[in-house]
């Protein structure tokens, strides 16, 4: 932790530390808070929060067959409703990128346009056949990134959704999508046992090897929850550069069973950051609460109370984030050179006390609520200030995505 200023021009940061002129065209006074690098969401289904609450306490297929029941009812407007509700649940608690698997990403891209957030949006991929989508998933997928990429915000890409979905000519294609576009692959992988046990009595392979034979394994692509792996898949993704988004609320909630290996695969150089995934499976979008969580999980799993400490949690949630998404240089700690995405921590917030500075990073990883907040900037421009949204009416929000709720639960199975 540095005492000191933090000098932002153009959207970047070009000092950090004791500053000699405080001239500028604007000084922020963050006396008595920490500022604190923004938090990278490396997994989401951002549009979902209209669904929070729908399939609660619930086995996995059970919890499916209520959301694709739901999902056939969605049209662009409510994705964009409910899109605009959880960027503003993200932004509020302090992340300023976040990393999405859905489909009409358009409506999605529009609402981080306007909350003036950083979304990396992955246009969901499945075989054609098993589609509500029109057209052919993997085409939209490539459509898509050719109506955005180069925009400022945001960050198309490619987004299989998973192997009970992908057969391999759909994974194949994808990748070469991701690859002729330069754009990041996302998918989930090894979330559950028997998604693991179906597909290797499918295709005699566990999905990870699976993957690594049909030439899908590779560096910047994002796979999230890796769940169920062996030490020899372990080793395969961290060999061929696939980071991890570990989503442990999410795992939990679902009872997954078992624990993602996250030290294993750090151990073994593989890059892990946090996902909060849907409201539907955690049911928060605050990575606070997601970096408590996958501390104490690791922890008591391992008898081990040392494991993933403060400091390592808070990287999990940031830096390495960042390194996920292949904005290691760009985004995730605040440097000289790197994007202005930062938050103001309240310091006399009580979930912070002792605000000492040996402490604060503790707090962040252990006790800090997304109250204690005060504003957030992405690119050096105030996105939240005094807990509000500066660039949206929360109450406007949240009537759309009451309205656009209404209609969605009417369509879930009784
Ligand atoms: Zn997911």
Redesign the pocket.
């Known amino acids: 932790m540095i005492r000191g200023d933090l000098r932002v021009e153009e959207g970047r940061i070009t000092s950090v530390g004791p500053s000699g002129s405080p001239a500028a065209d604007e000084v922020v006074d963050a006396s008595g808070f920490a500022i604190v690098p923004g938090f990278v969401n490396a997994?989401?289904?951002v549009a979902m929060s209209l669904l929070r609450g729908i399939a609660d306490d619930r086995e996995l297929a059970g919890f499916l067959e209520t959301l694709f029941a739901v999902d056939a009812h969605r049209s662009e407007t409510d994705v964009e409703a409910g899109a605009r509700a959880g960027i503003a649940e993200m932004i509020l608690s302090g992340t300023t990128s976040f990393l999405d698997?859905y489909y009409f990403e358009d409506a999605i891209a529009r609402a981080v346009e306007s909350l003036g957030i950083r979304g990396f949006l992955g246009w969901a991929v499945l075989d054609p056949e098993l589609t509500t989508q029109k057209g052919i998933p993997v085409e939209n997928a490539r459509d898509f990134i050719g109506r955005w990429k180069g925009h400022p915000l945001v960050s198309p890409l490619v987004a299989p959704q998973g192997v009970y979905v992908c057969g391999k000519e759909t994974w194949v294609k994808a990748r070469e999508v991701a690859d002729s576009a330069g754009t990041l692959l996302h998918y989930?992988l090894s979330?559950t046992r028997r998604e693991v046990h179906e597909h290797q009595t499918k295709t005699g392979r566990r999905p990870v090897v699976w993957l690594e034979e049909i030439g899908v394994l590779g560096p910047r692509s994002v796979a999230?929850?890796a769940v169920w792996l062996t030490g020899e898949e372990i080793r395969l993704l961290a060999q061929r550069e696939v980071g991890i988004a570990h989503?442990p609320s999410?795992n939990l909630k679902l009872a997954s069973g078992g624990v993602a290996p996250v030290v294993e695969l750090r151990s073994a150089g593989a890059t892990v950051g946090l996902?909060t995934?849907?409201v539907a499976?955690n049911n928060s979008l605050s990575m606070l609460r997601e970096m408590h969580i996958a501390g104490l999980i690791q922890k008591n799993q391992r008898w081990d109370a040392t494991i993933l400490p403060a400091q390592e949690l808070l990287d999990l949630a940031t830096r390495d984030g960042a390194r996920l998404l292949g904005r290691g240089d760009d985004l995730g700690s605040l440097e000289v050179g790197k994007q202005a995405d930062f938050s103001l921590f309240r310091l006399d917030h009580p979930s912070l006390l002792p605000a000492r500075p040996e402490t604060v990073v503790s707090h962040l990883a252990y006790s800090a609520s997304d109250e204690a907040i005060d504003s957030v900037y992405v690119a050096g421009v105030p996105v939240v200030r005094h807990r509000s949204l500066t660039r949206g009416d929360w109450k406007a929000i949240r009537e759309s995505a009451e309205s656009a709720a209404a209609n969605l639960w009417s369509a879930r199975p009784k």
């Open positions: 997994h989401t289904h698997l989930h979330e999230a929850h989503c999410s996902g995934d849907s499976s």
